[in-house]
């Protein structure tokens, strides 16, 4: 029974807010790329996938840390560095993740098949770029981004929206990444550990908020290449709320709980993409 309590936490399944981050913006784009005419296999395949992917995603990261995360309050307690999990049975987990999202994607086609091994392998490496690359958060936006995936699964690689989507994602992944960032920076600086608070500084939240106004522009920018309603660019406007709460947060150095509240954000999108699919 402890061996499973471990492999849960090592999966961060006690955490599910990774989880919300990843399927949300994956379902967006499901809705966005049918235009709401979906298929319920497609979306059971994504919630499924979403789980296995993020969960992979901690495995790896803890492996590969496992030697760093001793050093940190946030992380000395994880299962690796606290000997609850060998470094043995971590990679047996993430083998056994690695098969099943497999079986998952052979339900899928040749397309999402190929790109989801390609994101796969950045998946893999993503944890190691914090130790040579100046901004790991840039990184993570590129990688943990379901657009590419989802529009091969739908025979859509071609629609013009998937750009837009793509680049909306990863610039929002950063945004909030580097709020998550604010939370280790005196861990980082210690351990030698890049990430993009410390290549901003000072800066690091006007950066953010920048991108956030981005990450608006190429969602009203998407919402024009799909002929959305009006609706949608009055959502998308009001989805500055949102960030101008999480700027209030992080001025009150509560950065872990301006990191969360995109998962309500993204909520919210994908709660507007349906009502103007499926609703108007």
Request: aromatic share 16%.
């Amino acid at each position: 029974m402890n061996k499973l309590l471990a492999i849960f936490e090592l999966m961060r399944l006690d955490k599910p807010i990774g989880i919300y981050l990843l399927l949300w913006p994956a379902l967006l784009a499901l809705v966005i790329s049918t235009n709401g005419n979906f298929m319920y296999s497609h979306l059971l395949i994504i919630i499924i996938g979403s789980i296995l992917v993020r969960s992979a995603g901690c495995v790896i990261n803890d492996i590969w840390d496992k030697d760093l995360d001793g050093g940190v309050k946030r992380t000395k307690t994880r299962p690796i560095p606290s000997k609850k999990l060998s470094t043995l049975e971590s990679w047996a987990v993430f083998f056994a993740l690695g098969v099943l999202s497999f079986f998952l994607l052979s339900l899928t086609n040749t397309n999402t098949i190929f790109i989801s091994i390609c994101f796969g392998l950045m998946i893999v490496l993503y944890p190691l770029t914090k130790r040579f690359f100046i901004g790991p958060q840039i990184f993570l936006g590129l990688t943990f981004n379901p657009t590419i995936i989802v529009y091969a699964m739908t025979n859509e690689l071609n629609n013009p929206t998937m750009v837009f989507l793509y680049l909306a994602i990863a610039a929002k992944t950063i945004a909030f990444d580097s709020f998550y960032g604010l939370c280790d920076i005196e861990d980082d600086k210690k351990l030698g550990i890049n990430s993009t608070p410390l290549w901003w500084g000072s800066k690091t939240l006007l950066v953010i908020a920048i991108l956030q106004f981005t990450v608006i522009s190429l969602f009203l920018i998407m919402g024009l290449k799909a002929e959305l309603s009006f609706a949608w660019y009055i959502g998308i406007l009001l989805l500055s709320g949102f960030y101008f709460y999480q700027h209030q947060l992080a001025a009150q150095k509560n950065f872990l709980l301006a990191f969360k509240n995109n998962h309500w954000a993204y909520l919210y999108l994908l709660i507007l993409s349906v009502f103007c699919f499926l609703i108007i």
